[in-house]
């Protein structure tokens, strides 16, 4: 898993809009992405609508976010819809940011991401890594108070 200080590698991938998530044309803004297993459950509802309803305190900290899980892009289209999410979601069926950011996990058979989110700052490194499985909430607040430290 990358951790505090790595760099983020040059990664590209379709987002539920239709448009392109790439980390290298993030512009030397800082950002919040979080990894979480699947649209549509319980947990990660209530982590993306968190989220959502903290983004102003995101941004007014000098971020964006990104979510990401292993779904394509319809689906996380339809999960952005429905709960009105007001980031965009970036669909990753293949693997390549999971595998990149290190938080894909297995389920019997079935690949999903951990739910991790990082901060990175306008220069691409890493600067918080949360990794709680039980607190929602925490990586939220814990972006943000990244997000301010590093302002």
């Not at 890594?129 to 108070?145: G, L, P, T, W, Y």
Request: with cysteine; net charge neutral; hydrophobic share 40%.
């Amino acid at each position: 898993m990358l951790n505090v200080g790595d760099k983020v590698p040059d990664l590209t991938a379709p987002l539920h809009d239709g448009s392109q998530f790439s980390t290298s044309k993030l512009g030397g803004k800082p950002y919040v992405i979080y990894f979480y297993p699947k649209d549509f459950t319980p947990g990660c509802t209530k982590e993306a609508c968190t989220f959502r309803d903290k983004r102003a305190d995101v941004t007014a900290a000098g971020g964006e976010i990104y979510g990401v899980s292993l779904d394509g892009a319809e689906k996380h289209k339809a999960f952005a819809e429905k709960y009105e999410l007001n980031f965009p979601l970036v669909a990753d069926p293949d693997q390549k940011l999971a595998a990149a950011f290190g938080v894909q996990r297995l389920w019997g058979l079935l690949p999903f991401a951990k739910r991790v989110t990082f901060v990175v700052d306008g220069q691409g490194v890493v600067r918080n890594v949360i990794s709680s499985e039980f607190n929602i909430h925490k990586h939220v607040d814990e972006a943000i108070a990244t997000l301010r430290s590093i302002r």
